[in-house]
């Protein structure tokens, strides 16, 4: 897999290609600051970009800008945000294209878990990580259209938001893939998603409490 990582730490940056290099990832560039993420993507066409939300130049959410722009100019490629704090902003309008990923920094240090997650953004897929999905549907409201979900299929939406398939599940939960299949058909109905295209109504299940409680 061949990487950008787009980080303005020197140390966290260099750490961090030393765990993607030693996990036999390619790291094409690194680089500190928003305009040369942009710059290294269009030179080294990566297979993912790894991106700090808050980067030069100002400092505020200058990778998660980037991130969208990088988007738009190459939409096959594989984007992972990472940040220190919960930002929600700029995640709905990413993860409706697939290969895009959202995690808080410590989860690099659960290197295999960060590893997996790595490797399902590149192949298209999301990986959310488990704060930012329970700070999103921690606070129901009054029009909140999760209100008719139980518990349990909050959890298994929950898991769902951060990419995992429905084994996955099944294994996170201690559940017979049966029982995940019955819940997952019972999130779709709730949320009033017909049938279809298996994936896109999962994109569409996190998209609804995304924009329900951003």
């Known amino acids: 897999m061949r990487v ?11 750490g961090l290609a030393r765990l993607l ?5 390619t790291v094409v560039a690194k ?5 040369a993420l942009l710059d290294a993507v269009r030179e080294h066409q990566p297979e993912l970009a790894i991106v700090d939300i808050r980067m030069p130049p100002d400092h505020t959410d200058d990778g998660a800008r980037a991130a969208v722009t990088l988007r738009e100019r190459h939409p096959r490629l594989g984007i992972l945000l990472l940040s220190q704090q919960i930002e929600t902003r700029h995640s709905v309008g990413l993860v409706t294209r ?22 399902r953004v590149a192949g298209g897929g999301s990986a959310l990580d488990p704060e930012v999905v329970a700070r999103l549907l921690a606070a129901p409201r ?4 999760l209100a008719a979900l139980t518990p349990r299929e909050r959890e298994v939406l929950a898991l769902m938001a951060e990419g995992r398939t429905n ?4 294994r996170r939960l201690w559940l017979t893939d049966r029982t995940v ?3 997952v058909g019972s999130i779709m109905a ?11 109504r999962r994109v569409l299940a996190v998209l609804t409490y995304l924009r329900a409680t951003a």
């Open 98 to 119: 697939g290969g895009f990923g959202y995690l808080l920094k410590d989860r690099v240090f659960d290197v295999d878990d960060f590893l997996e997650a790595l490797r």
């Open 31 to 35: 680089v500190g600051d928003a305009g």
């Open 21 to 25: 290099e030693d996990a036999g990832c």
């Open 190 to 200: 709730k949320l009033g998603l017909a049938a279809g295209d298996e994936d896109h």
């Open 4 to 14: 950008v990582i787009a980080e303005d730490s020197a140390l966290f940056r260099e």
């Open 181 to 183: 299949e019955t819940h």
């Open 142 to 145: 009054r029009d909140d259209p």
């Open 167 to 170: 084994v996955g599940i099944a």
